[in-house]
């Protein structure tokens, strides 16, 4: 079966700009959740959805957004992009949610300039 | 700050020999994961113990987990030139369900 898809892979963009990331996750699975590596700082946890909801979040600013829409699929937006957003944005899906096993996109590579 | 330190931060051995990992953790856990990422990727889960599980086998791979001392350690044996890779444990911490990931320990294997 397919893997979990991420759009675009690579992306750059100015500071103060808004960014639309999109994530399709495994069919069947109902819970996605985004991830921001960085090298300083890391694998941090955004914020988790399953069926449509957000059911965790990290600690990030409310810059940081996401949504879910009916057919599992996710989409993360940043707005006022600041340069330290810079980063590897991953995308991982599973069927019922953190805890579990979760499969993992190839990640979007986010330049701010 | 990170629920989950490993160490070391990087290791190099030779093609063969084994490698351990180590994860450190704070809070009481539901279960920690293992995944592996290449350079610039995204993560391949390799191993899943829970809380209650002392340690776990996957093929080459062996994992243990001390939760009394809140530690876990992944074990690759006979280590090939593919294992060279990030590795990385994640915790979910019982008071929130949040995922947390260490750092990470970079290994090279040398041919």
């Known amino acids: 079966k397919a893997g979990v898809t991420q759009t675009p892979r690579y992306l750059i963009k100015t500071r103060g700009q808004q960014v639309t990331l999109s994530c399709s996750p495994i069919?069947?699975?109902?819970?996605v959740s985004w991830y921001q590596q960085t090298p300083g700082q890391g694998l941090q946890f955004l914020f988790e959805y399953f069926s449509e909801t957000q059911r965790n979040k990290g600690n990030f600013p409310g810059r940081f957004s996401g949504r879910q829409f009916s057919n599992s699929r996710s989409e993360m937006n940043v707005s006022t992009l600041e340069l330290g957003d810079s980063a590897l944005y991953l995308c991982?899906?599973?069927?019922?949610?953190?805890?579990?096993?979760?499969?993992f996109g190839q990640g979007t590579r986010l330049t701010v300039v | 700050s990170q629920q989950g330190e490993e160490d070391p931060q990087a290791l190099s051995i030779q093609e063969g020999e084994n490698a351990t990992m180590n994860c450190s953790y704070k809070t009481s856990i539901n279960n920690l994961q293992w995944y592996r990422q290449n350079s610039g990727r995204g993560l391949v889960h390799l191993i899943l113990i829970r809380s209650n599980e002392r340690e776990k086998h996957s093929g080459r791979l062996r994992v243990t987990l001390d939760t009394s001392k809140k530690s876990s350690s992944l074990l690759i044996t006979a280590s090939r030139a593919a294992d060279t890779a990030s590795y990385f444990c994640?915790?979910?911490?019982?008071?929130?369900?949040?995922?947390?990931f260490g750092k990470g320990t970079r290994l090279h294997i040398l041919p």
């Open positions: 994640a915790t979910d911490a019982r008071r929130d369900d949040k995922i947390i």
């Open positions: 991982a899906s599973s069927l019922r949610g953190l805890n579990t096993e979760a499969f």
């Open positions: 069919s069947g699975h109902r819970s």
